[in-house]
């Protein structure tokens, strides 16, 4: 699975999950939006230097988080520890680490809010770019990027995604290394987010 995904309504789109992960590795503004059959405007030039020409295919398994009702594409690899109704993914290299589960109740915005809160309390010296509405894998989504300082006193970046699924609202954040390369770690981090689905629970 690559950058471009289909979503379930038959359309394909480069997913703002991709560049808002290119803005925070590389520290830019989350302004660059590239959508393929979508009606929001191209803007490539800030990302172009970052991103492959054509990205490398990234193989993936999948991983059913039951208890929290959704499943998600892992790059194969990645080490996987699901606790309840949440799911740790970790590179080989450690360069990446992906979260996932169910969010809290209520309207996206409070879900967004909570999610970024804890976030807050977890890290230090936390700077977050105001959150931004759009589309992942057809549902409703908030995207956040932003820094922070880990209890080794390593600076990182991060990206979050609340989004809304059915009844319940659900986070996914992918934390990298300040210095990763983008290259590597886009494509892999698109593979999970973009195949975020439902199981029906």
């Known amino acids: 699975m690559g950058l471009v995904t289909r979503l379930r309504a038959a359309r394909r789109i480069t997913v703002p999950i991709a560049i808002g992960v290119v803005a925070l590795l590389l520290g830019t503004a989350l302004t660059a939006w590239t959508v393929v059959g979508g009606s929001e405007p191209a803007r490539t030039d800030q990302v172009a230097a970052a991103t492959p020409s054509?990205?490398?295919?990234?193989?993936?398994?999948?991983?059913?988080?039951?208890?929290?009702?959704?499943?998600?594409?892992v790059p194969v690899g990645y080490s996987v520890k699901q606790q309840q109704r949440t799911a740790r993914f970790v590179a080989p290299d450690k360069d990446v680490v992906i979260t996932a589960g169910r969010g809290s109740a209520g309207a996206l915005a409070r879900a967004n809010r909570d999610h970024l809160a804890?976030?807050?309390?977890?890290?230090?010296?936390?700077?977050?770019?105001?959150?931004?509405?759009?589309?992942?894998?057809g549902h409703t989504a908030l995207i956040t990027s932003?820094?922070?300082?880990?209890?080794a006193g390593v600076r990182i970046r991060f990206v979050a995604v609340v989004l809304r699924g059915g009844a319940h609202n659900y986070a996914i954040t992918a934390y990298t290394a300040r210095n990763s390369d983008p290259a590597s770690v886009l494509p892999k981090v698109n593979a999970v987010v973009n195949s975020f689905e439902l199981t029906g629970k």
């Not at 490398?56 to 059913?64: D, G, H, L, S």
């Not at 309390?121 to 105001?130: D, S």
């Open 54 to 73: 054509v990205p490398p295919a990234v193989k993936t398994k999948p991983v059913v988080l039951r208890k929290a009702g959704f499943q998600l594409q």
């Open 146 to 151: 932003g820094q922070a300082t880990n209890s």
């Open 118 to 137: 804890t976030v807050r309390r977890a890290y230090t010296k936390v700077e977050a770019a105001e959150s931004q509405a759009t589309r992942v894998a």
